[in-house]
């Protein structure tokens, strides 16, 4: 049996994230999302609203289950015995970043593979910060997240009003 991670912050999942884990659960025998909890970066959802979003998203997929975790992917790949870590490609930009973290996390557990899917094509633009950005100012973002997770955004953004610091300013804003 193959178990494989794939391992993000999801903040908020949306349809590339689902694209790529449909499509690795289709190829290993069992797919674990991986919801990491202490990323670099400011969040808009806890851990636990993440992680109970992501469970929604695939709960009929039986091959898919969803987990948190916190410290060093390939740790938590032995701890549960993955084999494989699922990563998502979009554009070039993303091959750099995830060469270097392949070759890192290779490094550190040569007996871990690491396996990138190409994004589907409608999928290349998306990325949670963009689905964040459009939703805090407001804008339609049903076609990027499904409706628990365009809601949950809605809800988030209400309650933190105009003076949210979530989101940084970029061109979408302009």
């Given at each position: 049996m193959i178990r494989a991670v794939f391992p993000g912050t999801f903040?908020?999942?949306?349809?590339?994230?689902i694209d790529i884990a449909n499509r690795a659960a289709n190829l290993?025998?069992?797919?674990v999302v991986a919801v990491y909890d202490?990323?670099?970066?400011?969040?808009?959802?806890?851990?636990q609203e993440r992680i109970r979003m992501t469970q929604e998203t695939f709960a009929s997929n039986p091959k898919i289950s969803v987990m948190g975790y916190s410290g060093l992917?390939?740790?938590f790949c032995r701890k549960i015995n993955a084999q494989v870590i699922v990563r998502g490609?979009?554009?070039?930009s993303d091959f750099e970043y995830e060469f270097r973290m392949a070759l890192a996390n290779h490094h550190l557990a040569p007996e871990i593979e690491v396996v990138a899917f190409i994004t589907a094509e409608e999928h290349t633009f998306?990325?949670?910060?963009t689905v964040r950005e459009v939703a805090s100012l407001g804008g339609d973002v049903s076609t990027m997240v499904p409706p628990l997770v365009a809601e949950a955004l809605k809800r988030r953004f209400r309650e933190l009003g105009e003076?949210?610091?979530i989101v940084p300013t970029t061109s979408l804003r302009d």
């Open positions: 903040d908020p999942i949306h349809y590339g994230h290993f025998d069992e797919l202490r990323p670099l970066k400011t969040l808009l959802f806890s851990p992917t390939v740790e490609l979009r554009v070039f998306l990325s949670s910060s003076s949210q610091q």
